[in-house]
């Protein structure tokens, strides 16, 4: 069997065997948050190849002392993978087990087909337009209904889990090739799981550009900040603009805002994170959460409908009590919403991103693609969405750029995926 630990992998090396079922590597997707090795792999059985799954794999230590990290890491696996039985919804990607190796443990999970909306929004800086409302909407509620279902879960007991995901951002929201809508992560979810080992700091746990003021602050959180980070990912993917990168103010004018007793909790933040392996810019994201206001989320939700900005305006309050109280309300409002627009489906939503694609076709050689998501094709030009937000995309710091890493228009005949990330936001699945 091969170590998944050493490199270089050939395409088709047997990783592991289980019973008569064996995993074939396919692609590397290098480390994850964890430290962990992300691989992509394919299903043999005897009936033939099957499917390509997501192994989450760490090598078994060789010699009698563990390496610092490696019972933290191996029990933050096992944890999900217990966490995710109580998580079997159709729109959250599946974790299929843990295996034992010799020489190390992976996690297997479901590979989701399609592409996210980090690739999406780049597709749309790419073609100069925005989605249509319908669809950040479609979107909105979907996403919505997968977080109710986690935030409700209970144990078998009967007990609420309190399970929160920390990590909602365009990255793990992927549309598939049927126009389906799939969270793809709750690997660093917040929960009561019997068990559990506490996390050992209260910091974001995920992407920080989009973690709720709350999770940056080291408070405790919610499914409240959840709702909160679902709020900044519509809101930048319906109009390219974020709330915690203020293209309007000058850093001195951020700072201006603060008042004596807010500029302390940005300090202790800031101090507290440090050393915890957040990016650059994580100081800079803890005083934009601290300083913006209302008029910040009317000005990024220009363009937009009065539904729609109020909905925004409600998801992105500072205080979380001044949200919308479950996933739930969330999502029915959205609905709402969705109805009193022209009839719009998964197919409607697919139709338009297949658009998105012909559209931009040109630029898309363009776009640095990561190697975990694809399968939708590329048709023939087609007329526009009658709805779509003819939104320029903002110029400012930070903004995401289109990488460039070209490709022979004959290497692959669909559109593998996403698009350029921000430095430091590398997110396998």
């Not at 709402?336 to 998105?356: D, I, T």
């Amino acid at each position: 069997m091969a170590h998944p630990s050493n490199p270089p992998l050939s395409s088709g090396v047997v990783l592991f065997t289980q019973g008569d079922t064996s995993y074939e590597f396919f692609r590397d997707l290098g480390a994850g948050r964890l430290g962990e090795r992300v691989l992509l792999a394919f299903v043999r059985t005897p009936q033939g190849l099957g499917d390509c799954v997501v192994l989450k794999c760490i090598p078994r230590p060789q010699g009698e002392e563990l390496p610092e990290g490696f019972p933290l890491t191996r029990t933050r696996l096992e944890e999900e993978v217990r966490l995710a039985r109580h998580l079997q919804h159709p729109r959250i990607a599946r974790v299929h087990g843990l295996v034992e190796m010799p020489h190390g443990l992976c996690v297997v999970m479901e590979n989701l087909e399609g592409l996210s909306l980090n690739t999406l929004l780049s597709v749309a800086q790419a073609r100069g337009r925005y989605f249509s409302e319908s669809f950040v909407l479609y979107v909105g509620a979907e996403v919505a209904a997968a977080l109710d279902y986690a935030h409700t879960r209970t144990d078998e007991a009967g007990t609420p889990l309190g399970i929160v995901n920390r990590d909602v951002n365009p990255g793990r929201i992927r549309l598939g090739p049927r126009g389906e809508v799939r969270m793809t992560d709750f690997g660093v979810a917040l929960s009561r799981l019997t068990g559990r080992v506490a996390t050992s700091f209260p910091r974001p746990q995920g992407e920080v550009l989009y973690a709720a003021p709350e999770a940056l602050m080291g408070d405790a959180v919610d499914a409240r900040a959840d709702l909160f980070s679902l709020g900044l990912t519509l809101l930048e993917f319906a109009t390219g603009r974020h709330l915690y990168d203020p293209s309007h103010l000058l850093a001195e004018a951020v700072k201006a805002r603060l008042s004596r007793e807010e500029r302390e909790k940005v300090l202790v933040a800031s101090v507290a994170s440090l050393g915890l392996k957040l990016p650059p810019f994580a100081e800079d994201i803890i005083r934009c959460a601290m300083s913006y206001r209302p008029v910040d989320v009317e000005r990024a939700a220009e363009g937009l409908s009065v539904p729609l900005r109020d909905i925004l305006h409600t998801l992105l309050r500072p205080e979380p009590s001044e949200r919308f109280a479950t996933a739930s309300e969330l999502e029915g409002l959205l609905r709402s919403r969705l109805a009193q627009l022209p009839p719009y489906s998964g197919e409607n939503a697919l139709r338009e991103v297949q658009q998105a694609l012909a559209e931009s076709e040109n630029q898309l050689w363009d776009l640095e693609v990561p190697d975990d998501e694809g399968g939708i094709a590329v048709p023939m030009l087609d007329t526009p969405h009658p709805d779509e937000i003819p939104t320029t995309p903002a110029s400012r710091s930070g903004s995401r750029k289109l990488a460039l890493k070209k490709r022979h228009p004959d290497d692959v005949t669909t559109v593998p995926g996403p698009g350029a990330r921000r430095t430091g936001s590398r997110q396998p699945a």
